[in-house]
């Protein structure tokens, strides 16, 4: 056996080895709770959206037999009935329209309102800020909205609908100007220095920085003009400017005892938002990050 002398005791070859953790020793064990935690939650989603799947693949003889057994002949054809039954064309041609010039108006006034608030360059700031809270639990003014689009022979248009979608923009400028404080103020500073104007910094330098954060406003706002009805049902008298939530909850009404089409047609309905989503999570997930760290 060999003994470690004083000598070697001190040498840089032994202090390293003697320094060296091991490896084994700590090893980090997988987080297993948290893929219990997130396992829970896929089931907790998912599980609706596949009984509500089954539910539309089914005759309706197959779903009065057995509601909530595992569907053995599906019948495809359910979602050509209820897309024609439904008259879903228009409804999704109407919301896209709405969906679109909505959500480009309130992405457009977060963007002139977030960035003056966020950099202080009007006045009262905190009470801007606290405005911009406070209207998140402001409920709905119907009947107001109502009176106004009336004034102004806007009821009962598609102009007056996207109006007020647009200026819904609900979380839009809180987000912007967490985003905004992340961004150096020397950038402003600079530009000032160059003679640049306000507006064309805004558009010109602010713009391509805060894509992320605009993005997602964008995406935000988007998925609750797809989803929104009670306006629909309150500022459209024709139905056939309806957008397409109105036209499921139509649907619903009138084929409420067929759950197979139904089912079908709802999922027509979520379809766009659930494939959209898998290709813009990305820039959602960076926007409400950099307004947090902002």
Partial sequence: ??????????????????????????????????????????????????????????????????????????????????????????????????TVAGASIGTFIALVM???????????????????????????????????????????????YILMVGVGVGIGPLLFTGFVKSLPRELDEAAALDGVGYWRYLFSFVFPLAKPALATIFILQAVWIWNEIILATVLFADSSKWPIAAGLNAFKGTYSTNWSLLAAATLIVAAPLMVGYVFIQKFLVNGVVGAVKG
């Fill in 114 to 160: 977030g960035f003056p608030v966020a950099r202080g360059y009007i006045r009262f700031v905190k009470l801007w800020n606290a405005l911009f809270v406070f209207v998140l639990f402001l409920p709905n003014a119907l009947m107001t909205q109502f009176q106004l689009l009336l004034k102004l022979d806007l009821y009962d248009t598609r102009l007056g």
């Fill in 1 to 98: 056996m060999s003994t470690v002398t004083g000598t070697d005791r001190g040498r840089p070859g032994n202090d390293a080895l003697a320094a060296k953790p091991d490896k084994r020793l700590h090893k980090k064990r997988p987080p297993v709770g948290a893929y219990v935690c997130i396992a829970l939650l896929m089931l907790f989603f998912l599980f609706p959206l596949a009984y509500l799947a089954n539910t539309a693949l089914k005759s309706g003889t197959e779903f009065i037999q057995d509601p909530v057994g595992l569907v053995t002949h599906p019948q495809w054809g359910n979602f050509a009935e209820a897309w024609r039954l439904g008259d879903f064309g228009a409804f999704v041609a109407n919301t896209a329209l709405y």
